[in-house]
């Protein structure tokens, strides 16, 4: 009797959902007319992955865009860059769908943030919302499509997030049926490295790059190599490209690298830099994907064999190399080609500089320097050539600190002491990389004698000095008081870069926002078409010099 009762209740156990289930939800589309995307999943970027789905909205903005699935508004962001204007919708799945770039939002979320820009006087807004405040139906219109912030073109940027972790799912199995492709990802390069110091590739220590439209030679190689991939996938009805969803590599037929992406981990999407040849990114923009998993890539987009991808040729034959790729339909294509097992001499490594460690904290210092790289910022070990250039006139010196590109993960302290100070107030120095003739603002701050500023990327830096004011250039002002929409005011600043800005119109904050360059009106409802007005706009910098012009029209 009790073996019984105990076979019942385990059978109860497993038909019965548990009380903290989450409730599978159908997702639908965001449009009433057909899907076609501009950008897939898991496609590569400079510095992260592609996020979500880019929804093409018939080359105008202003479409209504539905939830996907019931839930509720748990956000609104707005910001000068990125999304440009998002709303996030938690789902019942514990997930949250996101929909980024829309112009405006449904009234009350609209109602909602606009109380907010006017009550704090800014364009910056990150609301959240509970459960209760602003709950939605699948199908239910929470705003229209638009083009804000890091968009080139009208579209919907569709992203699915595991609510609780923020990981990114890929949506594409939810709506494979609602698009059509037939079309296989196509290759373009293929490439082959040696693994420095342990490797040759046709007697030499350095990368080829093999065009596989043009040629079928096969490559002699010896020792410790890995190889890598460019390729495209097509979709039908449209001339865009998007990134492979597979790629998996096999050599003599035995599997030793695959990946897949199906989903990103929050804190992984830099990691892309690892899993790119980011030398290669930096010289042609041309995009490789690594067939090699660095000790520090914790990507889990990745599988590997015990050996990281690293192949070893060591004897005299034919190696055969078999890319197999697929994309998200199913669609498969085929690469072959053959790497020559051929002895050649292997150059070794010259240790050039200091040998910083991927798996642990790296100190670098020089006179008038100090920069701390934590552990995990590195992806694998890299030699680091440190000099001093130095200048009379300048500030301070140029420190380069030459990586060979190698890519950092996050943010690091560096921290540069100052030679001459042409002015006292030390809220006017700011740290700049220099890239050719070229200064890039960093920013940073005075302490204790040293300015210090948080870098993500290696290179030469110094210290500038910025007094001077932004400036503000009204654009088209003899339409303004006839049309509103048409107030724009071109807003550059030569140094330390724009920190903030306020636009007063007859004495009351009027709303504009900050687009590509240009100040432009977010809200023409405050200003009477047909009458004078007096305009007051303030912008400042990073160091905090200000400029001001007051503009009638």
């Given at each position: 009797?009790?073996?019984?009762?105990?076979?019942?209740?385990?059978?109860?156990?497993?038909?019965?959902?548990?009380?903290?289930?989450?409730?599978?939800?159908?997702?639908?589309?965001?449009?009433d007319f057909?899907?076609l995307?501009?950008?897939?999943?898991?496609?590569?970027?400079?510095?992260?992955?592609?996020?979500?789905?880019?929804?093409?909205?018939?080359?105008?903005?202003?479409?209504?865009?539905?939830?996907?699935?019931?839930?509720?508004?748990?956000?609104?962001?707005?910001?000068?860059?990125?999304?440009?204007?998002?709303?996030?919708?938690?789902?019942?799945?514990?997930r949250?769908?996101?929909?980024?770039?829309?112009?405006?939002?449904?009234?009350?979320?609209?109602?909602?943030?606009?109380?907010?820009?006017?009550?704090?006087?800014?364009?910056?807004?990150?609301l959240?919302?509970?459960?209760?405040?602003?709950?939605?139906?699948?199908?239910?219109?929470?705003?229209?499509?638009?083009?804000?912030?890091?968009?080139?073109?009208?579209?919907?940027?569709?992203?699915?997030?595991?609510?609780?972790t923020?990981?990114?799912?890929?949506p594409?199995?939810?709506?494979?049926?609602?698009?059509?492709d037939?079309?296989?990802p196509?290759?373009?390069?293929?490439a082959?490295?040696?693994?420095?110091?342990?490797?040759?590739?046709?007697?030499s220590?350095?990368?080829?790059?093999?065009n596989?439209?043009?040629?079928?030679?096969?490559v002699?190689?010896?020792?410790?190599i890995?190889?890598?991939?460019?390729?495209?996938?097509?979709?039908?009805?449209?001339?865009n490209?998007?990134?492979?969803?597979s790629?998996?590599?096999?050599?003599?037929?035995k599997?030793?690298?695959?990946?897949?992406?199906?989903?990103?981990?929050?804190?992984?999407n830099?990691?892309?830099?690892?899993?790119?040849?980011?030398q290669?990114?930096?010289?042609?923009?041309?995009?490789?994907?690594?067939?090699?998993?660095?000790?520090?890539?914790?990507?889990?987009?990745?599988?590997?064999?015990?050996?990281?991808g690293?192949?070893?040729?060591?004897?005299?034959?034919?190696?055969?190399?078999?890319?197999?790729?697929?994309?998200?339909?199913?669609?498969?294509?085929?690469?072959?080609f053959?790497?020559?097992?051929?002895p050649?001499?292997?150059?070794?490594?010259?240790?050039?500089?200091?040998?910083l460690?991927?798996?642990?904290?790296?100190?670098?210092?020089?006179?008038?320097?100090?920069?701390?790289?934590?552990?995990?910022?590195?992806?694998?070990?890299?030699?680091?050539?440190?000099?001093?250039?130095?200048?009379?006139?300048?500030?301070s010196?140029?420190?380069?600190l030459?990586?060979?590109?190698?890519?950092?993960?996050?943010?690091?302290?560096?921290a540069l002491?100052?030679?001459?100070?042409?002015?006292a107030?030390?809220t006017?120095?700011?740290?700049?990389?220099?890239?050719?003739?070229?200064?890039?603002?960093?920013?940073?701050?005075?302490?204790?004698?040293?300015?210090?500023?948080?870098?993500r990327?290696?290179?030469?830096?110094?210290?500038?000095?910025?007094?001077?004011?932004?400036?503000i250039?009204?654009?088209?002002?003899?339409?303004?008081?006839?049309?509103?929409?048409s107030?724009?005011?071109?807003?550059?600043?030569?140094?330390?870069?724009?920190?903030?800005?306020?636009?007063?119109?007859?004495?009351?904050?009027?709303l504009f926002?900050?687009?590509?360059?240009?100040?432009?009106?977010?809200?023409?409802a405050?200003?009477?078409?047909?009458?004078?007005?007096?305009?007051?706009?303030?912008?400042i910098?990073?160091?905090?010099?200000?400029?001001?012009?007051?503009?009638?029209?």
């Open positions: 009797m009790i073996r019984k009762i105990i076979c019942v209740l385990c059978l109860c156990a497993f038909i019965l959902p548990s009380k903290g289930q989450q409730k599978e939800c159908h997702y639908a589309s965001p449009f057909p899907l995307l501009s950008a897939n999943f898991g496609e590569l970027r400079p510095n992260h992955f592609h996020n979500g789905l880019d929804i093409k909205t018939q080359g105008v903005t202003g479409k209504p865009v539905k939830a996907i699935a019931d839930g509720y508004v748990s956000r609104v962001l707005v910001q000068h860059g990125g999304y440009g204007q998002a709303v996030y919708v938690a789902h019942p799945d514990g949250t769908s996101v929909y980024g770039h829309v112009e405006r939002f449904v009234a009350g979320l609209q109602k909602r943030v606009r109380a907010y820009q006017y009550e704090y006087e800014t364009f910056l807004c990150d959240h919302f509970g459960p209760e405040e602003f709950p939605v139906k699948q199908g239910q219109v929470i705003a229209l499509s638009g083009n804000e912030g890091a968009s080139a073109g009208p579209h919907l940027h569709l992203e699915l997030r595991d609510s609780k923020g990981d990114f799912i890929d594409m199995p939810y709506y494979r049926g609602m698009l059509k037939g079309r296989s196509v290759v373009s390069w293929v082959v490295y040696p693994v420095l110091g342990k490797g040759m590739v046709d007697s220590a350095c990368r080829k790059l093999l596989v439209q043009k040629t079928t030679k096969a002699e190689a010896w020792g410790k890995y190889t890598g991939i460019s390729a495209k996938d097509y979709m039908d009805g449209t001339s490209f998007y990134g492979v969803h790629v998996k590599l096999f050599v003599d037929d599997e030793v690298f695959s990946s897949c992406t199906d989903k990103v981990l929050a804190g992984e830099r990691m892309i830099n690892s899993f790119i040849d980011f290669e990114l930096m010289r042609s923009r041309r995009l490789i994907m690594r067939s090699f998993k660095a000790p520090g890539n914790q990507l889990e987009l990745i599988r590997t064999s015990e050996n990281r690293v192949v070893d040729i060591c004897e005299k034959r034919d190696y055969h190399f078999r890319y197999e790729l697929e994309d998200n339909f199913g669609n498969k294509s085929v690469c072959r053959i790497v020559k097992g051929a050649q001499e292997i150059v070794p490594v010259e240790e050039e500089g200091t040998l460690r991927w798996n642990r904290m790296n100190v670098v210092q020089q006179p008038g320097m100090h920069l701390i790289i934590p552990r995990g910022m590195l992806y694998e070990d890299v030699y680091l050539k440190k000099d001093i250039s130095r200048d009379s006139s300048g500030v010196f140029d420190y380069i030459d990586a060979g590109n190698a890519p950092l993960h996050s943010y690091c302290t560096l002491g100052i030679c001459r100070y042409p002015v107030d030390s006017k120095y700011y740290m700049v990389q220099k890239q050719g003739s070229k200064c890039i603002p960093v920013g940073g701050k005075m302490e204790n004698g040293w300015l210090k500023a948080s870098i990327s290696l290179g030469t830096f110094a210290v500038e000095v910025d007094t001077l004011a932004p400036r250039i009204p654009q088209g002002k003899v339409n303004w008081r006839k049309n509103p929409r107030i724009r005011l071109k807003v550059s600043d030569s140094g330390s870069g724009i920190a903030s800005y306020k636009v007063r119109i007859d004495g009351k904050f009027v926002g900050l687009k590509r360059g240009a100040l432009v009106l977010v809200d023409s405050r200003i009477v078409a047909g009458k004078p007005h007096i305009m007051e706009v303030q912008v910098d990073q160091c905090g010099n200000i400029a001001k012009e007051n503009i009638r029209f």
